[in-house]
Each structure stands twice: as C-alpha cells, then as structure tokens.
C-alpha cells in the first residue's frame, strides 16, 4: 500500500471481477455517473457502490458530486504496483526458462 494512504490494498481491490470491469470501464471515459456504470451489471446501486467503495479505498477511483449525482472518475496510478509485480515475475519466468532450454540444448548435445 504505498501511494496516497490507500486504506486497501490494490491487490485485493482488484481481486474481484465487478471491480476489474468497472475499472475497465472507468479506464475508457473522462467520468461516469453512479446510475449509468449500474445500469452495466446486473446487480443493484447498492452493490455496486459497495464495489466502488473498494476501489476508492485502494486509491483506484475518485468521485465527485454534480447536484443529486456522483460521477466517478479512474486514477490508474495504483496500478503501477501490480505493473511491477507482474513485470518482476515476468523476467522471473524469462529467465528461468532460457536457463532451462539451455540445460535441455546441453543434454542433447
């Protein structure tokens, strides 16, 4: 939990797929309204403000009121954790792999 006390870790903000996909659909617009990102599920306001909650706590989203209505709006910067993670594993397997295929290649010769 490293950026701008985050009360939740990005990780498990992202575990779930609701989540995921609001963050998908936040990610292809400036803001969205509360009523128009439920009218994507198939679950009531409720759940997925308690979803959207998750996600402001790792940081992840912001909102705002606009009169009776709450747009919510991506801060994709959290995610860099998990960029990294994933980066980090990535050159793991990389490497652990090209050692592999050589130790195969030496045995064949």
């Known amino acids: 939990m490293s950026e701008n006390n985050q009360l939740r870790d990005v990780f498990d903000a992202i575990a779930d797929p609701t989540r ?22 198939q679950m009531g306001r409720t759940a997925v403000s308690k979803h959207l909650t998750i996600l402001k706590e790792a940081g992840l989203v912001t909102d705002r009121k606009v009169g009776r209505e709450t747009r919510f ?5 959290p995610l860099r954790e998990v960029q990294d993670w994933v980066v980090f594993y990535s050159n793991f397997w990389s490497t652990n792999l090209s050692r592999l295929n050589r130790l195969l290649e030496e045995e064949e010769e």
């Open 20 to 41: 995921r996909q609001l963050i998908r659909l936040l990610a292809g617009a400036e803001e969205i309204p509360l009523h128009e990102l439920t009218a994507k599920f």
């Open 73 to 77: 709006r991506l801060n994709a910067s």
